[in-house]
């Protein structure tokens, strides 16, 4: 074990003396590019009602005829990029036997389809052109068409506009996309390589490992290397902290892995994770981090209305928001006092920038529901990417609790005898089918009260 870590700790690594190859999504790509204009254009909005999307998506698929293939995974390498790039994605429709063959791109929408015209959304062509080059060229065809659904997840009614393009067309289209993403994505790859280098570098910060430390840390760096998972379980005081990140830093910097989540149940792990990080730093570590505060927190303008009309960080935040990226490489430690002071100077909703920077920098200090929560996980980084990650996951014995209070719903019998009582005069057959859940609710009472038990199924009686 002992051998292991001071290997981690001397050899040279060779992967990191030269840019690794990256991969982006075709999503991100293409909102990394092109996106504009205010917030709510495919920001907060379209996390909200990602789960609905994916269902509507399904339902689009399953109605297209035999031979129709849904989510077909595509990707190509941009060759003559330094390092190359790989651009991945999922085509949701493919109709490979018509000839000329289509590609659907699928959206779902609240919008009325009558307000849905072909200009709608030039993201949405641009993701189907992307997967329509990628195709094309692939399968030597020199053209192809795009069919873009709008999905309307109320009516369940759809909306298809069609478009013919040429693989030349879509060559400079690709070609232009990626020049422009390139152009930032060299600065990234300079810091990663200036990051890997300080790795090299990085000997454990303290002058000597407490009791356990070292063991721990050995074994940490092995679950990394072999893809595995590991628990520990070990006294306060012991310094688990920097036991987990300091192996999980090395194996960044050996490229074992592209990213590290260090996920707490509370603030005050965040603030012993970014000291740790920040005494790294002070011993020779050249590393991005980004701490994550929730977005009630950290709004400038509550009660949280991210409506552009209402909150000027939200109008225009795409093209400021752009702006206010360059300052990546004037910051190591993107904590919340800092987060702040950038997205002040631009103008900038700091929710959504931390998000934004999170996608750039090595190492993501968040709460777990970020990755374990279902309505807000982050979608950018665990629908599309197939990058590996390291999960440090700080008291793991909260994870239980929390899981269980991000997958369970509450009815609370009070709100449904409110809105019943609310309703009768007006809609009085909802009101009808409101009283009929609220003696559901008062058998189930009874029987709880009966058994002498809390009641398991998330009904509070009240
Ligand atoms: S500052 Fe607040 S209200 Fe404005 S966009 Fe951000 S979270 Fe929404």
């Known amino acids: ?15 990191a003396e030269k840019h690794q190859p990256q991969t982006v999504s075709v999503h991100n790509l293409v909102e990394f590019v092109l996106q504009a204009g205010d917030l709510t254009v495919g920001g907060f909005q379209m996390r909200d009602r990602a789960q609905a999307g994916t269902q509507g ?15 077909v995974e595509i990707a190509c390498w ?32 609240t919008l009325s389809l009558d307000l849905v015209n072909e200009d709608h959304n030039q993201l949405h062509w641009a993701q189907a052109q992307c997967y329509a080059y990628m195709y094309a060229q692939q399968n030597n065809l020199s053209g192809i068409r795009i069919h873009l659904t709008y999905y309307h997840l109320d009516s369940k009614k759809e909306k298809t506009f069609e478009r013919h393009y040429s693989l030349a067309e879509l060559e400079v289209f690709f070609h232009d996309l990626t020049t422009a993403y390139l152009d930032w994505f060299g600065k990234i790859s300079a ?78 792990g965040r603030l012993v994770a970014e000291k740790a990080l920040d005494d790294m730093r002070r011993s020779s570590l050249d590393l991005r981090s980004v701490t994550l505060t929730a977005k009630e927190k950290i709004c400038f303008c509550p009660p949280v ?3 552009p009309e209402v909150c000027v960080f939200a109008r225009g935040y795409f093209d400021k928001a752009k702006i206010a990226l360059t300052e990546i490489d004037q910051h190591q430690a993107f904590t919340r006092p800092v987060i702040e002071e950038i997205s002040r100077k631009y103008e900038v909703c700091p929710f959504e ?29 665990f629908d599309f990417s197939k990058e590996p990650y390291i999960f440090l996951v700080d008291e793991a014995h909260n994870l239980p609790d929390r899981a269980r209070a991000m997958y369970s719903a509450e009815l609370d019998k ?23 859940i609220n003696k559901i609710m008062l058998e189930i009472r009874k029987a709880c009260e009966a058994d002498d038990k809390r009641c398991a199924c998330g009904i509070r009686a009240s």
């Not at 998506?57 to 989510?71: A, D, F, I």
């Not at 920038?353 to 982050?378: G, K, M, T």
């Open 191 to 268: 810091l990663q390589a200036r990051r890997n280098q300080s790795i090299q570098q990085l000997e454990f910060p303290y002058d000597e490992y407490r009791p356990g430390q070292r063991d721990m840390a050995v074994a940490v760096y092995k679950a990394i290397r072999d893809n595995g998972r590991l628990y520990v379980q070990s006294p306060t005081g012991v310094g688990k902290t920097i036991a987990a990140l300091f192996p999980a830093v090395k194996a960044l910097g050996q490229g074992l892995a592209a990213k590290i989540f260090y996920l707490t149940a509370k603030t005050p």
């Open 57 to 71: 998506h399904k339902q689009v698929q399953r109605s297209r005829p035999e031979g129709y293939q849904p989510e």
């Open 353 to 381: 920038f931390s998000l934004d920077l999170a996608l750039w920098v090595d190492c993501i200090i968040c709460d777990y529901n970020y990755v374990f929560d279902p309505r807000v996980y982050l979608h950018r980084f």
């Open 414 to 436: 009070g709100t449904v005898l409110d809105l019943q009582r609310t309703l009768k005069p007006h809609l009085p057959g909802l009101a009808k089918k409101l009283n009929g």
């Open 305 to 307: 209305n991210c409506d």
């Open 1 to 15: 074990m002992l051998e292991s870590l001071k290997k981690m700790q001397t050899e040279p690594v060779h992967q």
């Open 78 to 109: 941009v060759e003559d990029a330094d390092p190359p790039l790989e651009v991945r994605g999922r085509i949701d429709g493919l109709y490979a036997s018509e000839d000329p063959v289509i590609i659907e791109e699928i959206k779902t929408t």
